[in-house]
T-cell receptor, first 115, second 115 residues
Framework: EPEVTQTPSHQVTQMGQEVILRCVPI?????FYWYRQILGQKVEFLVS????????KSEIFDDQFSVERPDGSNFTLKIRSTKLEDSAMYFC?????????????FGPGTRLTVL | AQSVAQPEDQVNVAEGNPLTVKCTYS??????LFWYVQYPNRGLQFLLK??????LVKGSYGFEAEFNKSQTSFHLKKPSALVSDSALYFC?????????????FGRGTSLIVHP
């Protein structure tokens, strides 16, 4: 069964450093998403991406964040200058279409720790 | 605006007993409702969804959920719990008339099934 994969599984960084989180969505999916979950809190939507551009983003997704699909398989989330409050589990997801009735397929997550 | 609440942080049940994980939602129009499960060190996995039609929805691993519009609830149920059902369960909602294709997730409920 096809899966969404994410690397690395755990990233530790110093405050102010740039990090890039990587995801490989399911190959025939067209819509890609990033979510985050701060420990013990809700899963929060960050951004959705379709046809090489952002389709929706939340208020969390400020200028410090960017997404890119650098090639035909990878989907990346970059945080330019990390803050302590960026420490969270980051999930990538994909779906066949963007219709709201379709379920999303999630990766295992990257745990980001900012020191 | 759309929101979802999972009122229990943790549910404990003995193996073989029926289980219920509660979810209530708030939307301005009609909802699409989803349940996802997360096993340790894995991403969220889709269990079932309500789009339209029969209020009782059947999903993976013997789970089912009942859409109750008057009570704005979508509780997850299983007639006989297994130890292997122990995991974190997330309810999600999307307001069909809300203008966004992105679901809102609950905080999650930890289900512990005791042998």
């Amino acid at each position: 069964e096809p899966e969404v994969t994410q690397t690395p599984s755990h990233q530790v960084t110093q405050m102010g450093q740039e990090v890039i989180l990587r995801c490989v969505p399911i190959s025939n999916h067209l819509y890609f998403y990033w979510y985050r979950q701060i420990l013990g809190q809700k899963v929060e939507f960050l951004v959705s991406f379709y046809n090489n551009e952002i389709s929706e983003k939340s208020e969390i997704f400020d200028d410090q964040f960017s997404v890119e699909r650098p090639d035909g398989s990878n989907f990346t989330l970059k945080i330019r200058s990390t803050k302590l409050e960026d420490s969270a589990m980051y999930f990538c997801a994909s779906s066949e279409t963007g219709a709201g009735a379709n379920e999303q397929f999630f990766g295992p997550g990257t745990r980001l720790t900012v020191l | 605006a759309q929101s979802v609440a999972q009122p229990e942080d943790q549910v404990n049940v003995a193996e073989g007993n029926p289980l219920t994980v509660k979810c209530t939602y708030s939307v301005s129009g009609n909802p699409y409702l989803f349940w996802y499960v997360q096993y340790p060190n894995r991403g969220l996995q889709f269990l079932l969804k309500y789009i339209t039609g029969d209020n009782l929805v059947k999903g993976s691993y013997g789970f089912e959920a009942e859409f109750n519009k008057s009570q704005t609830s979508f509780h997850l149920k299983k007639p006989s719990a297994l130890v292997s059902d122990s995991a974190l369960y997330f309810c999600a909602v999307r307001d069909i008339g809300g203008g966004s294709y992105i679901p809102t997730f609950g905080r999650g409920t930890s289900l512990i099934v005791h042998p």
